[in-house]
Antibody
Framework: EVQLVESEGGLVQPGGSLRLSCAAS????????MDWVRQAPGEGLEWVGR??????????QYAASVKGRFTISRDDSKNSLFLQMNSLKTEDTAVYYC???????????WGQGTLVTVSS | QSVLTQPPSVSGAPGQRVTISCTGS?????????VHWYQQLPGTAPKLLIY???NRPSGVPDRFSGSKSGTSASLAITGLQAEDEADYYC????????????FGGGTKLTVL
């Protein structure tokens, strides 16, 4: 069974930094692209970014709203995904989901999510 | 403003059939990208409901079905049950955004 477990989020001041992690199990982590998706309170889903697999040189792609501030990385030896968030803004307040990208379909399997609150 | 357009809300009585539309454009659904559907129950993470336009993952009841035509897709739910009350999201990819994932704004289903 696919399991994705995000680390605890938290409260961060504007301009601050936070690193999220996602522990994967139940599938061959190294074979999959991995995404981060977020959901602001009471809002819809917003794609944050993607990291591809080793065969695709671990290339990354980001939404315009986070490019230059967020960095996605992975450690295939530890079945782990990371999201480094810098220069956080109040509008980054959201539940952040780790998601496995289906190899053939491009659909998502989701983690349980973790709340990040950016506020002074 | 979401790239994919969904109605904000739909409703139906128990046992009825409802459909939720997802309208895109020539750079996403119309470009041939598959559409996926997710169900989000209150306070929980989204769950994959339909993948690649018409396919149900194991464990999803056959009351749920998907279709795609041109620049649009639809999710149909038959035999509505109280437990179907949730938010539903469509998702695809967009070539004008370098192949980034895109979502609909979500549709709140109310079972009357």
């Amino acid at each position: 069974e696919v399991q994705l477990v995000e680390s605890e989020g938290g409260l961060v001041q504007p301009g601050g930094s936070l690193r999220l992690s996602c522990a994967a199990s139940g599938f061959t982590f190294s074979d999959h692209y991995m995404d981060w998706v977020r959901q602001a309170p009471g809002e819809g889903l917003e794609w944050v970014g993607r990291i591809r697999d080793k065969a695709n040189s671990y290339t990354t792609q980001y939404a315009a709203s986070v490019k230059g501030r967020f960095t996605i990385s992975r450690d295939d030896s530890k079945n782990s995904l990371f999201l480094q968030m810098n220069s956080l803004k109040t509008e980054d307040t959201a539940v952040y989901y780790c998601a496995r990208v289906g190899r053939n379909s491009g659909s998502y399997r989701w983690g349980q999510g973790t709340l990040v609150t950016v506020s002074s | 403003q979401s790239v994919l357009t969904q109605p904000p809300s739909v409703s139906g009585a128990p046992g009825q059939r409802v459909t939720i539309s997802c309208t895109g454009s020539s750079s996403n659904i119309g470009a041939g990208y598959d559409v996926h559907w997710y169900q989000q129950l209150p306070g929980t993470a989204p769950k994959l409901l339909i993948y690649a336009n018409t396919n149900r993952p194991s464990g999803v009841p056959d009351r749920f079905s998907g279709s795609k035509s041109g620049t649009s897709a639809s999710l149909a739910i038959t035999g509505l049950q109280a437990e179907d009350e949730a938010d539903y999201y469509c998702q695809s990819y967009d070539s004008s955004l370098s192949g980034s994932a895109v979502f609909g704004g979500g549709t709140k289903l109310t079972v009357l």
